[in-house]
Structure formats: structure tokens, C-alpha cells
Nanobody, 123 residues
Framework: VQLQASGGGLVQAGGSLRLSCAASGRTFSRLSMGWFRQAPGKEREFVAAISWNGGSTRYADSVKGRFTISGDIAKNTVYLQMNSLKPEDTAVYYC?????????????????WGQGTLVTVSS
């Protein structure tokens, strides 16, 4: 599976961005998809995940109510809509795919990773 993340950029606090992650090399269905982020000097952390059919989602407490994860099986693409962005959301955002259905928040649960896209939120 190859994952290509895009959509990062510079935005002011309170603004919005939508990240996309296109998957190829394997049927998109039956893969749980997740977004993680890594800020400078910090460990990679879980942001959100979605089941292969879109029926279940999971979010980190820090983004609940502000971020929305969604998927389009026909396009083999998962999205992360980020609203009300804060400076502390600044990080490189990575999409990941897992053959496990459990929407786990740990990085070790994911089998495939994209290259990351930088999100910078200015105050």
C-alpha cells in the first residue's frame, strides 16, 4: 500500500485546512485509516482514525469537536477536515493504514505510512 498525504500549509489560528490521503496498491476497503501528527521535538501522536466502511471513528481528545475524519472508498482517499486550528496543532501530519479493525491509537498498530504533510498554524 502506498499512501500520499497532501493539503498541508500555513494558516492563521482559527482557520481551517483539509488534508487528503490517497491510497494505492491495494483495495482501500478492509483497511482502517488513521491520521497522526508529530511536532518538533515531540513524539508522533494519534489524531483520528476511521474504519474501512466509515462506520466508526475515533479522535484524540485534543481535536474532538474541531477535526473530522472521513473516507471515500470510491476514490481510495481519506480526509481530515481541521477547523478552529490552534498554534499547538502545528506539526507534520501523517496518514497511516492498518489491517486491524480496532482503530487503535498506537503507531505500532499501523502497517503502512505516508510521507507526511506540514501544517503550520500562526498565532
Amino acid at each position: 500500500v502506498q499512501l500520499q498525504a497532501s493539503g498541508g500549509g500555513l494558516v492563521q489560528a482559527g482557520g481551517s485546512l483539509r488534508l487528503s490521503c490517497a491510497a494505492s496498491g491495494r483495495t482501500f476497503s478492509r483497511l482502517s485509516m488513521g491520521w497522526f501528527r508529530q511536532a518538533p521535538g515531540k513524539e508522533r501522536e494519534f489524531v483520528a482514525a476511521i474504519s474501512w466502511n466509515g462506520g466508526s471513528t475515533r479522535y484524540a481528545d485534543s481535536v474532538k469537536g474541531r477535526f473530522t475524519i472521513s473516507g471515500d472508498i470510491a476514490k481510495n482517499t481519506v480526509y481530515l477536515q481541521m477547523n478552529s486550528l490552534k498554534p499547538e496543532d502545528t506539526a507534520v501530519y501523517y496518514c497511516a493504514a492498518s489491517t486491524s479493525p480496532w482503530l487503535a491509537p498506537g503507531t505500532t498498530q499501523y502497517d503502512y505510512w505516508g510521507q507526511g504533510t506540514l501544517v503550520t498554524v500562526s498565532s
